[in-house]
């Protein structure tokens, strides 16, 4: 360790140093809930620098959220590991304007290889909002260079989330959403009511004609219809029917619309599919990858689309994507994500998923039971507990700390997207620490 790190080691000082200078997500400045400090980490748990002060008898954590989703096979992996040793000893970084380099060609190949067909183009981006911007350019400028300028709007349904940067908030929920601030400012896109809940519930046709009804009315001008496959996310974590998305495939053909999945939370095997595509098995004309791209090691997004949509935009007045960002196709984080993939790829991922699927359904059955409990819900290694309140989030995070257990509960939500390497002991202590919580939040 450096020299110069050494000081902050017993966590005090750097919890000062924190909450002076450290604008931490979601939060105020200074923050009002004082963080854990994390000295390391590996498999499912992280592990806590000063667990006399704050791991409440615990000096280490099983990580029941995957870093936000992302950490799929756990730390400090060793073949995730080697891979990112291996190319440093390359190099780290170089532009990728005139430029191009193995792991970033390779992977793109390799999604190309295992997302839906007719996926052929891959535009490598810096994070999940910005794929989602470069989604949105993507269908924008589609219909400008076929000289349908009129169709620069976007279609969605409620209780979705999409990023945090301006076209990825504008089709996020608009009522009660982490972005209703920004009402009036943003871009105004036309808004489906939300899907029915339950991934094993038969579609409804009054839904069904709900969406027609309003695709058909502003057909003119929509440029794409964007969802969340099968789950919505940090909206509220629900589930829907994957024949919503067959209906909308259908409806964006017949009326000459193009449809965008963000696959950012769902890709790389969390709802017991590869991509949640494929429960439908269907192909969106542009899909949005992140999060467990790298495993969660470094930050790494890719956007895709098909032949026609790179077709339309070069041949317009503009025939080039103007997008560009400085670390776009990075060596470094390429090269962990292709050795992610084939890490998972490499071992019966499925069966491990649907373990943890049954250990999740097993330990939350009985949450139902719990006083504010207003729905469980399981769908491939996604645990959600609802309550008919907002959590409190201190409570609930003390709660499910005593239990040795990491949680991040958000509005009226304690859920948990376990590591998919995550044991079927530790998957039971998540299950008691989320009803910990549930009872306490």
């Not at 105004?188 to 519930?201: H, K, L, M, N, S």
Request: hydrophobic fraction near 45%; include cysteine; charged fraction near 20%.
């Amino acid at each position: 360790m450096p020299d110069q790190l050494q000081p902050l080691s017993a966590g005090a000082e750097l919890l000062a140093l924190d909450r002076q200078h450290v604008w931490h997500p979601y939060g105020p400045m200074p923050g009002r809930q004082e963080p854990l400090v994390i000295a390391s980490a590996s498999g499912v748990r992280l592990r806590l620098a000063d667990p006399s002060g704050q791991g409440q008898g615990h000096d280490e954590l099983v990580d029941g959220m995957s870093s936000w989703w992302s950490a799929i096979h756990g730390y400090n992996h060793p073949v995730l590991n080697e891979a990112a040793t291996a190319q440093l000893g390359r190099m780290s970084h170089v532009m990728f304007g005139g430029l191009t380099h193995e792991p970033a060609v390779r992977l793109a190949a390799r999604l190309v290889e295992i997302t839906p067909p007719g996926l052929e183009h891959v535009f490598l981006c810096d994070s999940g909002s910005v794929s989602v911007e470069v989604a949105v350019k993507m269908c924008l400028q589609y219909w400008r260079s076929l000289g349908r300028t009129g169709k620069t709007r976007l279609l969605t349904w409620r209780g979705g989330y999409h990023g945090d940067t301006w076209q990825p908030m504008a089709v996020c929920d608009p009522e009660g959403g982490m972005h209703e601030l920004w009402q009036g400012h943003l871009p105004r896109q036309v808004f489906a009511d939300a899907p029915p809940g339950g991934f094993d519930t038969p579609v409804d046709p009054a839904y069904a004609e709900h969406l027609r009804s309003l695709i058909a009315a502003h057909a003119d001008e929509l440029a794409a219809v964007i969802v969340e496959p099968v789950v919505q996310g940090a909206g509220g974590m629900r589930f829907h029917s994957p024949g919503y998305l067959r209906v909308l495939r259908d409806l964006c053909d017949e009326y000459g619309v193009l449809l965008i999945l963000d696959e950012i939370a769902t890709g790389f095997g969390r709802t017991g599919a590869l991509f949640a595509a494929d429960h439908a098995g269907i192909t969106p004309e542009v899909m949005c990858l992140g999060k467990s791209l790298t495993g969660g090691y470094l930050t790494l997004a890719a956007t895709l689309c098909t032949e026609r949509v790179a077709d339309g935009i070069s041949q317009g007045e503009v025939p080039v994507l103007a997008h560009g960002p400085t670390f776009m196709g990075n060596p470094l984080a390429t090269a962990v994500a292709l050795a992610s993939i084939d890490l998972l790829l490499g071992q019966d991922w499925p069966t491990e998923v649907k373990r943890i699927e049954a250990g999740l359904r097993e330990g939350l059955a009985g949450a139902v039971q719990l006083p504010g409990v207003r729905d469980v819900r399981v769908l491939g290694a996604i645990g959600v507990v609802q309550l008919d309140h907002d959590v409190d989030m201190a409570a609930a995070t003390r709660a499910a700390v005593r239990e040795g257990v990491w949680l991040r509960p958000f509005r009226d939500l304690i859920y948990t997207m376990p590591p998919f390497v995550t044991g079927d002991d530790d998957v039971a202590r998540i299950c008691r620490a989320v009803v910990a919580a549930a009872q306490e939040g």
